[in-house]
């Protein structure tokens, strides 16, 4: 369906601002953080950078993007948010004065994330340490620095809401669907884009050309994934180790020290189960 039809939207923005919400698990927060990598976007590559505090460069065809600062500083970061304006965020694609997020924030699979756990993610930020590292502004090639720009973008790509479990599928393949579709938002990188920047949907996961960085991005689904049996995948995804004794590349090395080493072995099964079923795809061409 498209996106951000007017009913569709009045009804998500009285789900986000309607009523008094539970309050979030902030401990719970924290390995949800882990699960989707928030730490990677946020948190500059330089030593000694202060965690969550910004400044991470991504380079895109568009121009390059800066990771914002999420601690709670009161003027660098979101202390002066409320939980609304952070599920907002995270499920629209809206920033507290209602413009729009550029999809660099991968708002596309953050907001298929349920709302408890979003509140449990939003709680968990809320204890970070407040940095004042200011926010450095976007460097786009024109004229994909104008926002409003993105509501035509949105209509074509964005479909808002969280993740419906799929009653064909196991409560662990649904689990699975969640880690990689939602929290990790493994198509943000792993799917290819055309030109406009939009996802291709007829190859989900099937890798690119050209991901972030202008790096060649593998292929998750079954079509690379069968030369590796579970133990050696799971092996991978927790030390960066290929079975044949070579190392992840440097943007998957980080993911895997800071997201899937960091999984339960329950949540690291699952999302290797989901990966195993989805339909073969061939390598996405150069």
């Known amino acids: 369906m498209h996106a951000l039809r007017p009913v569709a939207l009045a009804v998500l923005l009285a789900a986000v601002h309607g009523g008094a919400s539970a309050q979030g698990d902030g401990k719970?927060?924290?390995y949800l953080a882990k699960a989707?990598?928030?730490i990677g976007c946020h948190t500059e590559t330089k030593k000694d950078a202060t965690p969550y505090a910004g400044g991470r460069a991504l380079k895109t065809p568009?121009?390059?993007f800066y990771g914002p600062n999420i601690t709670p500083h009161p003027g660098s970061g979101l202390g002066r948010w409320s939980e609304a304006d952070f599920l907002r965020a995270m499920?629209?694609?809206l920033r507290p004065d209602?413009?729009?997020y550029f999809p660099a924030f991968p708002y596309p699979s953050f907001t298929r994330i349920t709302d408890s756990d979003l509140r449990d993610l939003?709680?968990?930020l809320r204890t970070l340490p407040p940095s004042a590292r200011p926010n450095q502004a976007h460097d786009l090639r024109f004229p994909f620095g104008w926002r409003f720009l993105v509501q035509g973008w949105k209509w074509l790509f964005f479909s808002p809401g969280a993740l419906a479990a799929d009653a064909k599928r196991s409560a662990v393949l649904n689990r699975g669907a969640y880690l990689?579709?939602?929290?990790g938002h493994c198509g943000e990188c792993h799917t290819a884009r055309n030109f406009l920047g939009g996802p291709k949907r007829d190859r989900p996961l099937a890798g690119a050309a050209k991901g972030p960085d202008g790096d060649r991005i593998p292929n998750l689904t079954p079509a690379r994934l069968k030369k590796w049996n579970d133990g050696e995948l799971r092996s991978f995804l927790q030390t960066?180790?290929?079975p044949d004794g070579d190392v992840a590349a440097e943007t998957m090395g980080e993911v895997i020290r800071n997201t899937t080493s960091e999984l339960t072995s329950g949540d690291l099964a699952a999302m290797i189960g989901y990966l195993r079923s989805l339909p073969a795809i061939t390598d996405e061409p150069d």
């Open 28 to 30: 719970r927060g924290a």
């Open 36 to 38: 989707a990598g928030c």
């Open 62 to 64: 568009f121009g390059t």
């Open 91 to 93: 499920r629209l694609g």
């Open 98 to 100: 209602g413009a729009h």
């Open 122 to 124: 939003w709680s968990y």
């Open 180 to 183: 990689v579709e939602a929290l």
């Open 240 to 242: 960066g180790l290929t």
